[in-house]
């Protein structure tokens, strides 16, 4: 049983479309380089997703997120909220049993969408009795990992 | 004795409780924290990707702040600057193609190659102060205080910046045990509380929060103890929500445990700060008879 009770979230449909129009085969070389990490050494056994404590809240576990990155499937990836609900906790990277960092594949999967300088939370919307409550760390680390 | 310091820039506004009762045990105690003259933000968080150096500098330039000192090793409280600091300096000692690049741009300060030590407050009072000074410098035991440790991310992962070996957590416990508390251990002890999610996606931070107060709670915990303002933020001062939406079974008083070593060293509530914790904290601890003024 899991430790943590999530409202639980209905996951999308599993399949996943692999074609021409899908597959981007520098995808994988792009997340390869910015991470240092070999995204091949997955063989997918999701221990990443079992220990990862926001994994109840995501609709693609890390797991498949590997998967369809090692198949350079850069739309769905990108689409996929998964690395923006990653709290960069390190416990995915510290249970693998291939020893990959994970906490740094979903740091280069948000950067390769922040680095077309787009902004994932937008600084000026967040409430300023929010901003007045909140530690300066929350607000420098969300704003590390989630603006450009 | 005198030891470097760095505050970090949350423990200046909002977590002054984090800082103030250390700095005066501390004194208490003998040591002065020398703070780190023109310190700057660390960052909050270690940049992850490989071509990323210049979110390394700000943390780097703390370092070469400490060694300008003549330090060999610099203290933090807060848990994040500590795993920030220390995987640059982890940085700056392994990668010498990397060094080498933010050696030469910053070519205005001194080269630096990680020769000063990043230690957390808990690793200095184990290895520094001693558990036996500080045990016999109690004037107020936290007798039958049961206390929830909670590591939380940032002082056990990644492994190689662990404040202690991987699995261990006894450091808190050795800690509240000097103070005379019952440490109290849990399975989620180093679970992440959500962290910056809250800002993100609140429900989802807020979910984690929650398993782990009521996961305290059902391993018997009075109260729970931990180092890092978000961690306070996210356990501490949502638990109205928690309560409110049903997620949390009661409220627990969270701690830094640098307050709970002040108020074990008799300094009183007035350097606790426990007007900048949740409600309940000084009201829990008023309603235990835990003297809030300073005892002589």
């Known amino acids: 049983m899991s430790l943590i009770r999530h409202s639980t979230k209905k996951r999308k449909n599993m399949s996943i479309e692999i074609s021409e129009k899908t597959v981007k ?3 994988v070389e792009r997340v390869m380089k910015l991470s240092g990490q070999n995204i091949y050494k997955c063989f997918q056994c999701g221990t990443c997703g079992g220990a990862c404590p926001m ?18 499937l850069e739309e769905g990836v990108s689409e996929s909220k998964t690395c923006w609900t990653c709290a960069s906790c390190h416990t995915c990277t510290v249970n693998c049993p291939r020893g990959l960092d994970l906490a740094r594949v979903m740091e280069a999967i ?21 901003v007045k409550q909140l530690p300066q760390i929350a607000l420098v680390s969300c704003f590390r990992k989630m603006t450009s | 004795m005198k030891v470097s310091y760095y505050p970090g820039c949350t423990l200046k506004t909002k977590a002054k409780n984090l800082e103030d009762g250390a700095v005066a045990s501390m004194a208490a105690l003998g040591v002065e924290f020398e703070e ?17 150096l210049i979110h390394q500098v700000a943390p780097v330039r703390d370092l070469i702040r400490a060694m300008e000192q003549g330090s060999e090793k610099v203290v933090t409280l807060c848990s994040m600057c500590y795993n920030t600091l220390a995987r640059a300096n982890l940085l700056m000692r392994e990668d010498e193609t990397k060094r080498n690049t933010i050696n030469s741009f910053m070519n205005e300060e001194k080269d630096y190659h990680g020769e000063v030590e990043v230690v957390h407050f808990l690793n200095f009072l184990r290895d520094t102060v001693g558990w036996e000074k500080l045990r016999s410098s109690v004037k107020v035991p936290l007798k039958g205080l049961k206390v929830a440790t909670y590591y939380g991310c940032t002082l056990v992962r990644p492994r190689n910046v ?11 416990k050795e800690f509240l045990e000097a103070l005379g508390a019952t440490a109290v251990g849990f399975p989620a002890e180093t679970l992440c509380c959500g ?25 018997g915990a009075e109260a729970l103890a931990l180092s890092c303002p978000l961690c306070e933020f996210n356990l501490g001062k949502t638990q109205e929500e928690l309560l409110g939406k049903g997620k949390i079974s009661k409220e627990v008083p969270v701690y830094y445990f640098t307050q709970l070593l002040a108020l074990a060293l008799g300094l009183g509530g007035e ?10 904290s000084a009201e829990f601890l008023k309603g235990r008879n835990y003297p809030l003024e300073a005892v002589a």
């Open chain 1, 25 to 27: 085969s520098d995808f």
């Open chain 1, 55 to 72: 994994s109840g809240s995501m609709e693609t576990v890390p797991r498949k997120i590997m998967r369809m990155t090692q198949l350079g």
């Open chain 1, 110 to 130: 948000r950067l390769l969408t922040l680095r077309k300088n787009a902004n994932h939370i937008e600084p000026s919307k967040i409430p300023a009795q929010r």
């Open chain 2, 36 to 52: 780190l003259p023109r310190w700057n933000c660390c960052g909050a968080v270690h940049s992850l990707a490989d071509d990323d």
């Open chain 2, 162 to 172: 662990a404040i202690e070996p991987a699995g261990e957590q006894k450091i808190m």
């Open chain 2, 195 to 219: 962290s910056y999610q809250i800002l993100a996606n609140p429900d989802a931070a807020l979910d984690v929060s929650a398993t782990i107060l009521d996961g305290a709670t059902r391993a």
């Open chain 2, 271 to 280: 350097v606790c700060r426990f007007d900048l914790n949740d409600k309940l």
